[in-house]
T-cell receptor
Framework: GQNIDQPTEMTATEGAIVQINCTYQ??????LFWYQQHAGEAPTFLSY??LDGLEEKGRFSSFLSRSKGYSYLLLKELQMKDSASYLC??????????WGAGTKLIIKP | TAGITQAPTSQILAAGRSMTLRCTQD?????MYWYRQDLGLGLRLIHY???????GKGEVPDGYSVSRANTDDFPLTLASAVPSQTSVYFC???????????FGEGSRLTVL
């Protein structure tokens, strides 16, 4: 079967750096997405990786290793507003999106 | 800009009743999707439409139906609601089947 694994919950301190990991096992691969979802709100797009390596976008970076079936989202200079769930999703060989259950990130002052 | 509009935002429904969740987008995106989100689970695809006039079944289609008469609208119908359909429903769209998804604000449905 296909599955996406990410930690259920993480805690970090305001101003620090946190890395949220995502491992996947899918039938084929056509890209990996990270979305942010604040409580009670809709998911919003953060990043997209289809080739190996690091994609940087401001305080957020996303890394992909296709050979390892692994990605991480790196958040720097954490702010209280970064408290949210972070969803990892992979497009499989049929271009269907497979979603992880999400990682709830709690930021403490 | 509106993006994707869902209605209603919240609804309590008696089991056995029918219900249509509405979804309208103004981005002229070809692809539209309906997901349900339940605690502890990832988003699960119910139905999708790659272009107006076509629809397809997702991971959990049973008990739901959709139509795509035009580009902008993609309603989701529950013919006879059951308590297991209690969930938050998200409509989403993308400009292509491989593009990023844009989500509506969600519809919280409780079936009693």
């Amino acid at each position: 079967g296909q599955n996406i694994d990410q930690p259920t919950e993480m805690t970090a301190t305001e101003g620090a750096i946190v890395q949220i990991n995502c491992t996947y096992q899918t039938s084929g691969f056509n890209g990996l997405f990270w979305y942010q979802q604040h409580a009670g709100e809709a998911p919003t797009f953060l990043s997209y990786n289809v080739l190996d390596g690091l994609e940087e976008k401001g305080r957020f970076s996303s890394f992909l290793s296709r050979s390892k079936g692994y990605s991480y989202l790196l958040l720097k200079e954490l702010q209280m507003k970064d408290s949210a769930s972070y969803l990892c999703a992979v497009r499989d060989g049929n271009y269907q999106l497979i979603w992880g259950a999400g990682t709830k990130l709690i930021i403490k002052p | 800009t509106a993006g994707i509009t869902q209605a209603p935002t919240s609804q309590i429904l008696a089991a056995g009743r029918s219900m249509t969740l509405r979804c309208t987008q103004d981005m002229r995106h070809n692809a539209m999707y309906w997901y349900r989100q339940d605690l502890g689970l990832g988003l699960r695809l119910i139905h999708y439409s790659n272009t107006a006039g076509t629809t397809g079944k997702g991971e959990v289609p049973d008990g739901y139906s959709v139509s795509r008469a035009n580009t902008d609208d993609f309603p989701l119908t529950l013919a006879s609601a059951v308590p297991s359909q209690t969930s938050v429903y998200f409509c989403a769209s993308s400009d292509s089947p491989t593009g990023e998804l844009f989500f509506g604000e969600g519809s919280r449905l409780t079936v009693l």
